[in-house]
């Protein structure tokens, strides 16, 4: 018995391994590691839903030693905390945006390489953050989808298929309802064919969805993406489509 309990006691953290603590005294308990505060910080709150000093104090939470500067970018396009570590060398976390994650964290042999290395990683996000903006605001001018107009959405993993989608209605700048239409098949041998749009022909339930403006697309899943197609000609009134090409797999 008092083999198993040695060897019992050999096994526990060497926390609880300690001299007794006076009578009636608590024994003190072991302070979690700064990674875990961060992360128990940030169980139960989303970073982008944090304040500034939240996200400041998880962060914080990461690393040890006195922070001597904070740059943040515009927007809170990200944030850079210089530090001396306890050791005393220089030292830079940074971070992306809202995250509590690191981008990165070093040491450095000089102020100078310190400020070089931040300075550079800062800028490559603002150029990034710029690009972002730019393809944003593409995205969100003014369509040019009118009520009529035929979409076409070719997709599939190991064939090809064609839906056509009407624009029934538009709403505002940026938004349109359209409904799935039949399409004129035709067989053109085992497992393919050619087909052309039935505008009119409804054969699903309006969806409404917002309009990629810098290209009149509407993405209507993850995996499936429709664009306006334009009619070869006009004969007494009818449109003449350009014919689509479909696979099928067995």
């Known amino acids: 018995m008092i083999d198993q309990f040695q060897k019992r006691a050999s096994l526990q953290p060497e926390a609880e391994k300690q001299a007794p603590s006076e009578a009636g005294r608590e024994k003190p308990k072991q302070q979690p590691s700064h990674d875990q505060e961060a992360q128990a910080m940030?169980?139960?709150?989303?970073?982008?839903?944090?304040?500034?000093?939240k996200r400041d104090q998880a962060r914080r939470a990461q690393f040890t030693g006195t922070v001597t500067n904070v740059i943040r970018g515009a927007g809170d396009a990200f944030a850079i905390f210089h530090y001396t570590n306890t050791a005393g060398k220089l030292c830079a976390i940074a971070?992306?945006?809202?995250?509590?994650?690191?981008?990165?964290?070093?040491?450095?042999?000089?102020e100078e390489l310190r400020t070089e290395h931040c300075n550079d990683w800062a800028g490559g996000v603002m150029r990034m953050q710029e690009r972002t903006n730019e393809r944003r605001a593409q995205r969100n001018q003014p369509h040019t989808l009118t009520v009529g107009d035929v979409l076409m959405s070719m997709w599939g993993y190991e064939q090809t298929n064609v839906d056509y989608y009407e624009v029934t209605a538009r709403h505002g700048r940026t938004q349109v309802t359209l409904r799935p239409i039949a399409a004129r098949r035709e067989a053109t041998g085992g497992m393919q064919g050619d087909c052309t749009p039935l505008p009119g022909k409804f054969t699903g339930e309006p969806i409404r969805c917002k309009v990629d403006g810098s290209s009149n697309t509407v993405r209507l899943s993850s995996f499936q993406r429709a664009s306006k197609i334009e009619p070869l000609t006009e004969v007494d009134g009818l449109r003449v489509w350009p014919v689509d090409h479909w696979t099928a797999y067995a």
């Open 95 to 110: 971070f992306y945006g809202k995250a509590i994650k690191p981008a990165f964290r070093y040491s450095f042999r000089s």
């Open 42 to 53: 940030t169980t139960t709150t989303h970073p982008a839903s944090m304040t500034t000093e």
